[in-house]
């Protein structure tokens, strides 16, 4: 008698264990080889063995190299029977349910890859007493790692079932699962780069900071040693595989047998599947021309439309299994299509929403940030980190909401563009982001100029709220136990506990005083000495510092550091520098492109034309060390090389406004 | 008993089967006859259930097939090219078919082995094709099924074993009354062995046949007369499905009682008189060519 009363059949069980169990063994061999054999391969005999905070840090990267392709292959393979016409007659010609089929092959395939997994966990618990393992892990870490790959090969292998279920080729089948299985990637970013292209203020993210591999399952796993999967990820890739799951046998009831071989094996999605492989031509060739033109209007229409008209054939093709589509139907539909997309991909930058000139009213604003680093303060973004602390990057303070409201009313209205070439002292990249009082986060992101924006920029410079988080204070306030100055090959530490407490309150002291000037300075001053917090080691020995700065205009400090009789110790003085060399630079004309930024090649065409003065003197060096700027080829300014004793060069600019009388005796 | 009520089936937008009704009694040996593209092997594969039809029923002894494990129990498919499981053996793929199909006999698989002396043990995917078409004949028997369905189940088969297959079904037909359909694109080939023959075109049926009636039932004569007149006599008095002249002698494919027809003409005294049994082709030429069809190609 057949056991149809229970929801699978042993027999078709067994034969699907004969006639793939190979599948099985591959993956038994390949995670023992990744986990069990890992452990006890190190290069280094002397090495002691490490604490791991789970069992993925153990060979991570080969474990997801098998954890992302076998289960995957497993779905393929088991079925296979509904792809190639003959095993699909053969199949659904027996006595059995297709619920009864289905369930028989996804239980078969979880043997194939469940008992693999805990097998190798069995084998890693056994080995972890002894001696020559490189980890010490507990059984917890055993089990985690047993129901985290279990749960991702569950998902894996019920996804690449589903998708089985929907297409009628085996090959397809690969293709779209791991196709959609990075989508979700792919398509956040393109749709990154196309906001961020058309939508003024767009505050664009970059790259894994934004840690957009949770998006995809499988760029998640390959990540995993940097984050690690969650209880709640688990819950929901267990969620759905059930969901999918579900959802395999209400559309396996529906689907025809004679689909076998066919690319989509449900009519109704061929438009969705034309679609998305438009929408995703369209962004990527848009996206490229648009970026390789400096956005011209034709060829953003024209790489928009290569992209749609690419997409449409490609999946035409697939569709219908033939690459002659041509039919009096195709342009008809080719232009409806392109047409929806091009609206879908045309109206959020259309400014029909308001986005660009949207700005929360002051009473709805609760707090509000404005810097250029909000992605950096990645303690409040990176959770994973445990050793940076969680600092809100928002500030309460009205009149500082108000300031920046005002910031962006006039940069909403005037809508300043950076040119390409801009300058790095004359634009300044802005985050303005405010958390309303309904929670909700709203966030712009502009590269402002100083000209025209003095006022604006400077109340909210000023402000005690953009310092405080501009120059991190808090991590100076908070467990800084000693300093330690740096100035290249010159460095002091400060540990005395009195001392330390009078330089940080200083220091603190003279980053609230900037003003905005004080401020823009920094962009094109180098500063005398880098000041390093150094805190606590915590447990492990990891120790938290943060970099401040010397700055010229920090008066106090200098005194106090004068004092105490450190400054000597940590500036550059004229006696450090063996000689200067100093052109008036007009080479940039005379240039090729890629040799104008080097420094050495302007000085060689001023000496060719002895235009140079070399000079040792002490007061238009100090003069010059006092009023340095950083090194720009601008023609008109001053190029100045120091060598210093110790060996090394440094190449440095001057304004005309920034040459003493001295300096002025010695130009050529 | 199968019947098959107004069955359609679309790939692709065209009809492979375009409402078609058939019923096969009990114990019966169905012929389905047909070209390439006909639609045989669709409508043989919506009946053993492996295609849902869009339009249509499907029953056998009055329950659905589709997705009834109940009916397809009693059902075996034997494709056009034989399938196996990747890596099976005949010992193998039984073991499999006695699990999954409850009419199993063993015995009868054993009587069989005698009939189809092949290697149990050695790796399917190994034999010939006439080899494999022997296991699936095999396989299938020793299920004991009520309904046996095979497309063009000849091909690849030795004379002898042709002929050894044909006892074998009748055999079963006789003793347990298994219904058969058979498609095949050559008439001659399963002349001796069906009983009822349907022929289908573009989807459709064209014709569907009792053969035995048939048999009795149609007749070639050729005959002269001593007077031409009296041709058009008898046209009036018989039911003449075709009739050509060459020379002074009159072809005839008459239908109806052979004793009665004879009389028919003997009244004339013509001076030649034969009256010969068709050939299945002939009549189905002839019956087509009345439907309006050139037969000629459906056929061969």
């Known amino acids: 008698m057949t056991r149809s009363r229970f929801f699978f059949n042993s027999s078709v069980i067994r034969q699907n264990l004969r006639q793939h169990g190979w599948i099985g063994i591959i993956y038994t061999l390949a995670l023992l080889f990744a986990l069990p054999l890992q452990m006890f391969m190190n290069g280094d005999p002397n090495a002691k063995p490490q604490t791991v905070q789970n069992l993925f840090f153990v060979g991570g990267e080969i474990q997801m190299l098998f954890a992302v392709t076998v289960p995957v292959a497993a779905g393929l393979f088991l079925f296979r029977y509904l792809q190639a016409k003959m095993p699909s007659d053969l199949w659904h010609s027996l006595p059995l349910r297709r619920e009864h089929l289905l369930v028989s092959h996804t239980v078969s395939g979880l043997i194939l890859l469940m008992v693999p997994i805990w097998l190798t966990g069995a084998i890693a618990a056994m080995v972890q007493p002894l001696d020559s393992n490189m980890y010490i892990y507990t059984g917890s870490d055993v089990l985690e790692w047993c129901l985290t790959l279990s749960v991702l090969t569950l998902f894996l292998f019920i996804f690449s079932m589903f998708i089985g279920i929907c297409t009628g080729q085996t090959v397809l089948q690969g293709a779209v699962i791991y196709i959609l299985l990075l989508l979700p990637v792919v398509l956040l970013q393109l749709i990154n780069e196309h906001l961020g292209m058309y939508l003024y203020g767009y505050p664009r993210w970059f790259g894994i900071r934004a840690h957009i591999e949770v998006w995809s399952p499988i760029l998640h796993m390959v990540y995993v040693n940097t984050n690690a999967f969650s209880a709640g990820d688990l819950w929901m890739y267990s969620a759905l595989s059930v969901l999918l799951f579900a959802l395999s046998v209400l559309l396996y009831r529906r689907r025809h047998g004679e689909k076998a071989g066919q690319a989509i094996a449900f009519t109704y999605f061929n438009p969705l599947f034309k679609a998305g492989v438009m929408f995703c031509a369209m962004l990527i060739s848009g996206t490229y021309f648009a970026q390789l033109k400096q956005q011209q209007l034709g060829w953003t229409i024209a790489g928009n439309l290569a992209g749609a008209l690419i997409g449409y054939i490609a999946a035409e093709m697939i569709i219908r299994k033939t690459w002659q589509i041509l039919t009096r139907r195709v342009p008809l539909e080719f232009a409806g299509y392109a047409l929806l997309l091009g609206l879908l991909l045309y109206i959020p930058v259309s400014g029909i929403s308001g986005y660009e000139n949207r700005v929360p009213a002051l009473e709805k604003i609760e707090a509000v940030y404005a810097g250029s680093d909000y992605a950096a303060n990645d303690a409040y973004w990176n959770t994973n980190n445990p050793n940076t602390s969680k600092e809100d990057p928002f500030t309460e303070d009205r009149n500082y909401i108000e300031a920046v409201r005002k910031l962006h009313l006039a940069v909403a209205a005037a809508r300043p563009e950076a040119p390409a070439n801009y300058s790095y002292s004359d634009y300044r990249q802005f985050y303005l982001s405010y958390r309303l009082e309904n929670g909700r986060i709203v966030q712009r992101s502009y590269m402002i100029p100083s000209a025209g924006f003095e006022p604006e920029l400077k109340a909210v410079m000023e402000s005690e709220g953009y310092k405080r988080k501009a120059y991190r204070l808090s991590r100076l306030e908070t467990d800084t136990e000693s300093f330690r100055l740096n100035n290249y090959n010159k460095a002091l530490s400060l540990s005395d506990p009195q001392e330390v407490k009078e330089f940080k309150e200083i220091l603190k002291r003279e980053i609230l005083n900037m003003t905005y000037e004080d401020q823009n300075l920094t962009r094109v001053q180098p500063s005398y000495a880098s000041i390093q917090t150094m805190g606590k080691p915590d447990a492990t020995g990891y120790q938290l510092y943060y970099a401040y700065e010397w700055q010229s205009s920090f008066h106090e400090l200098g005194a106090w550091l004068e004092k105490k009789g450190y400054a000597d110790k940590i500036r550059t003085k004229p006696g450090d520098i063996a000689s200067a060399e100093i052109i008036q630079d007009n080479y940039n004309d005379r240039l090729p492109a890629a040799e104008r930024h080097d420094p050495e090649r302007h000085l060689e065409l001023a000496r060719s034309e002895k235009r140079s003065a070399v000079i040792q003197e002490a007061a238009p060096i100090a003069d010059i060390l006092e009023h340095q700027r950083y090194y720009s080829a601008k023609d008109g300014d001053y190029l100045v090389k120091l060598v210093y004793k110790e060996g090394r060069t440094d190449y440095m600019t001057l304004r005309e406004q920034d040459l003493t009388p001295a300096v002025k005796a010695i130009l050529p | ?300």
């Not at chain 2, 249509?56 to 129990?73: C, D, L, N, R, S």
Request: proline fraction near 4%.
């Open chain 2, 1 to 300: 008993m199968i019947e098959i009520r107004g069955v359609s089936k679309i790939f692709q937008g065209e009809k492979a089967v375009d409402g078609i009704s058939l019923t096969v009694h009990k114990g019966a040996i169905y012929g389905l006859l047909g070209s390439n593209g006909a639609g045989k092997t669709t409508l043989l594969k919506t009946l053993a259930g492996i295609y849902r039809p869009e339009e249509g029923t499907v029953t056998i002894g009055g329950k659905p097939v589709f997705e009834a494990p109940e009916v397809k129990q009693r059902i075996i498919f034997m494709p056009d090219s034989p399938y196996f499981f990747p890596q099976a053996s005949i010992r193998s793929m039984a073991a499999f078919y006695r699990s999954v199909y409850p009419s199993w006999s063993e015995e009868r698989f054993k009587e069989l082995a005698a009939v189809f002396r092949l290697d149990q043990g050695r790796k399917l995917s190994r034999f010939s094709k006439g080899m494999q078409r022997q296991a699936a004949f095999w396989l299938a028997l020793s299920c004991a099924p009520e309904v046996l369905i095979m497309d063009e189940p000849i091909d690849g088969l030795d004379p002898v074993m042709r002929r050894q297959i044909k006892n074998l079904l009748f055999q079963e037909v006789a003793e347990r009354g298994l219904t058969v359909l058979i498609s095949s694109h050559n008439l001659r080939e399963i002349e001796d062995l069906c009983d009822h023959v349907g022929i289908m075109h573009g989807g459709k049926m064209l014709v569907e046949k009792d053969l035995d009636d048939l048999k009795a039932d149609t007749h070639k004569i050729q005959v002269a007369f001593r007077d031409e007149r009296h041709a058009g006599a008898l046209t009036a008095k018989l039911q003449i499905l075709h009739q050509e002249q060459r020379g002074s002698v009159n072809l005839y494919i008459v239908k109806g009682d052979r004793e009665r027809i004879s009389r028919a003409f003997h009244v004339y005294e013509p001076y030649v008189f034969d009256l010969l049994p068709l050939t299945l082709e002939e009549i189905f030429i002839y019956e087509m060519g009345d439907a309006g069809y050139d037969a000629q190609p459906i056929l061969l």
